[in-house]
């Protein structure tokens, strides 16, 4: 899928929001859709002017550093994609690889795989205790672009039957320049959402905290009220995230015209 500016700065929001850094676990290897300069300017907007100017000619390791992560590892299933690894999100994960990370990145991977099931559940092991779970995924506009589309109900219902909290989400709607884009936080993780028809196409951006380990724990979809996602597993939005959006263009600086 790629990183454009829009999600380099939400992505630099969702890392100050959790305190992030160490390691993190990149799924594919993301080409980045802006240049060094631009990237830097909207760093500085959502982490201040102390970030260290990144390469014009920059790559996916020189976004993630420049987000906040010390070390990044990049997988995939194909060799002439680059990655550091090679693995199949289909089955076992790497056994160095269990509880290693402080967070993963799915952005526009796991749409491609076809057990999500058992993705979700070996990414989450791959995680440290308190590590972050972090998906960019196509939500509408992407028809027929991989096996799945996701909404905010999958991650939510599943998040939170398995151990984690902090819960956000975030539609990041696109126009037909990749630079340019509206984040609207998603009050409600679990109702209906209307694309705003100014969209030419729009991702989600969700990310969970993991609490405790469980043993997995099957989400369940219905409308019955106490299988709802608790409104205590959310994460409030961030006004400082709001507002470095906001001196990006991105957003508003108040939570407000929120996606329900």
Known sequence: MGLSLPLISALAGIVQSYRLGGDLLALGVQTIR???RHASRVLRDMRGPSVVSLPDRCDHRD??????FARSTSIDLFKAEGPDRIVDLGGPMPDDFSGAFDAFLDAG???HVFDVRASLTGLAACLKPGGVAIHISPFAGFENHGFFQFGPKLFARFYAANGFRDLQAWLIHLTDDDNAATVAPVLDHDAPIRVPHTAYRSLLLYS???AQRVSFRTPIDTHLAECATPASLLLPHDP???RGLARSGFARPEVGGASR
């Not at 976004?63 to 906040?68: A, C, D, N, Q, W």
């Open 34 to 36: 802006c240049d060094g």
């Open 240 to 242: 400082a995230m709001l």
């Open 109 to 111: 991977t796991l749409e």
């Open 208 to 210: 969970a905290r993991l």
């Open 63 to 68: 976004v993630y550093r420049g987000i906040g």
